[in-house]
T-cell receptor
Framework: KNEVEQSPQNLTAQEGEFITINCSYS?????LHWLQQHPGGGIVSLFM???GKKKHGRLIATINIQEKHSSLHITASHPRDSAVYIC?????????????FGKGTHLIIQP | DARVTQTPRHKVTEMGQEVTMRCQPI?????VFWYRQTMMQGLELLAY????????DSGMPKDRFSAEMPDATLATLKIQPSEPRDSAVYFC??????????FGEGSRLTVL
């Protein structure tokens, strides 16, 4: 079973700062997901990636398969980015099979 | 606007009662997951289905939990009898093959 570690667990930053959240896993994967969960809210899929880099607005996700590591970056952070960010990996042959989740990074962006 | 729909959103019940949670996956999605989220454990996979067939329910306590997909538009998760330690948020998610996952809003269960 894959072990998924995220860091930091908690992060408080000022509006406008560049944010980096890290995720490492122990066993080779077929895909890695970054998810966002607002307090008391549902879960939204931000990215699914298996190599390289993806960008969506102010969010950038990168993955290094050899090092078993991924990062999620937020540029020009805003208070509405405050949420829990969860890394999840898929071990088997496809992005939608039985995900293993990290514990999440609780991000607070202060105005 | 396609989305995964879960009911009920909130449920408070007494220990020993039966609880049924329902999920309507996005039309055309062939994979459905049930996850549980607690403060202590985070998100855990309980069960998942592909083309309505159960593929993995090893994360589910078999003595009290059951998951079914009676048709392509409905997945159910049943707990009987419920216990206080079952209190959690239960998420349903659906996907298509190797694609992205879409999560429902969750069902928050409190067992007194």
């Amino acid at each position: 079973k894959n072990e998924v570690e995220q860091s930091p667990q908690n992060l408080t930053a000022q509006e406008g700062e560049f944010i980096t959240i890290n995720c490492s896993y122990s066993v080779g994967i077929s895909a890695l997901h970054w998810l966002q969960q607002h307090p008391g809210g549902g879960i939204v899929s931000l990215f699914m990636l298996s190599s390289g880099k993806k960008k969506h607005g102010r969010l950038i996700a990168t993955i290094n398969i050899q090092e078993k590591h991924s990062s999620l970056h937020i540029t020009a952070s805003h208070p509405r980015d405050s949420a829990v960010y969860i890394c999840a990996v898929s071990d088997s042959g496809g992005g939608a099979d039985g995900l293993t989740f990290g514990k999440g990074t609780h991000l607070i962006i202060q105005p | 606007d396609a989305r995964v729909t879960q009911t009920p959103r909130h449920k408070v019940t007494e220990m020993g009662q039966e609880v049924t949670m329902r999920c309507q996956p996005i039309l055309g999605h062939n994979t459905v997951f049930w996850y549980r989220q607690t403060m202590m454990q985070g998100l855990e996979l309980l069960a998942y289905f592909r083309n309505r067939a159960p593929l993995d329910d090893s994360g589910m306590p078999k003595d009290r939990f059951s998951a079914e997909m009676p048709d392509a538009t409905l997945a159910t998760l049943k707990i009987q009898p419920s216990e206080p330690r079952d209190s959690a948020v239960y998420f349903c998610a659906s996907g298509r093959g190797v694609g992205e996952l879409f999560f429902g809003e969750g069902s928050r269960l409190t067992v007194l």
